[in-house]
């Protein structure tokens, strides 16, 4: 029998584990096939909301937020970079980090026009992979149009401002339950999980609470 599940998955496009746990759980999901119907809503989180345009080079940004040295910042990439591959999800070279409030209130919109999770997936592909600026809004309007959004309605959103006021009520109420950092995950709006999980531990989980949802 078919289960339903709905899944709240907040990030944000800056994230590397976020790809990481969005590609994981999306590989979970095809391994249990029929036994799930999934709803994947995506919610806004920024990392970096105070970044002004242009963004900041990585290894400074890092550097200054972690106190990492541009040795172990290397070798947390190679360690992304392999983690990523075991899934199937290539990290390219990204040399930047950049505000992504105009992203997320364009992801906003594609939720009303039925494209929010396709556009989450192009976004971090367009960032995390070919190293594009999240920030630009030529860049959004153009992965926007690559999903089967229209470009020149991307562009009014982006120009104006347009759910920005959303996009705050919903970092509110995240931050209003607790959650400070991401991926992080809610299934059925009760039950969490954090962080990039492997496929096996996102797997475990889902057919854990399927089990006990068919019990209630």
């Known amino acids: 029998m078919t289960q339903p599940l709905r899944i709240d998955f907040v990030s944000d496009i800056s994230c590397p584990w976020c790809a990481i746990g969005l590609s994981s759980l999306r590989l979970a999901l095809s391994r249990l096939g029929d036994a ?16 002004g345009p242009g963004g900041e080079a990585i290894v400074e940004y890092l550097g200054t937020k972690y106190g990492r040295t541009p040795e172990q910042i290397a070798e947390t990439q190679a360690m992304i970079r392999e983690r990523g591959a075991s899934i199937g999800f290539k ?17 906003h919109w594609a939720g009303l026009e039925g494209r929010q999770l396709p556009l989450k997936l ?13 920030s630009s809004h030529d860049v959004l309007a153009e992965v926007a149009e690559s999903v089967g959004l229209d470009a020149a309605r991307a562009r009014q959103v982006l120009q104006g401002d347009d759910y920005a006021d959303e996009v705050r009520e919903a970092e509110r109420e995240n931050q209003a339950m607790g959650i400070h950092s991401v991926p992080a995950i809610i299934f059925n709006r009760r039950y969490l999980v954090t962080g990039g999980q492997p496929v096996e531990a996102f797997e475990q989980a889902i057919r854990d609470i399927l089990a006990e949802t068919s019990k209630a």
Not at 36 to 41: G, L
Not at 91 to 107: C, I, K, M, S
Not at 123 to 132: D, P, Q, S, T
């Open 36 to 51: 799930v119907e999934a709803e994947i809503a995506v919610h806004p989180f920024e990392l970096n909301p105070d970044m």
């Open 91 to 107: 990290f390219g070279p990204r040399t930047r980090v950049y505000n992504t409030f105009d992203a997320h209130r364009l992801l």
């Open 122 to 134: 192009a976004l971090l592909e367009a960032y995390h992979a070919e190293g594009r600026d999240p």
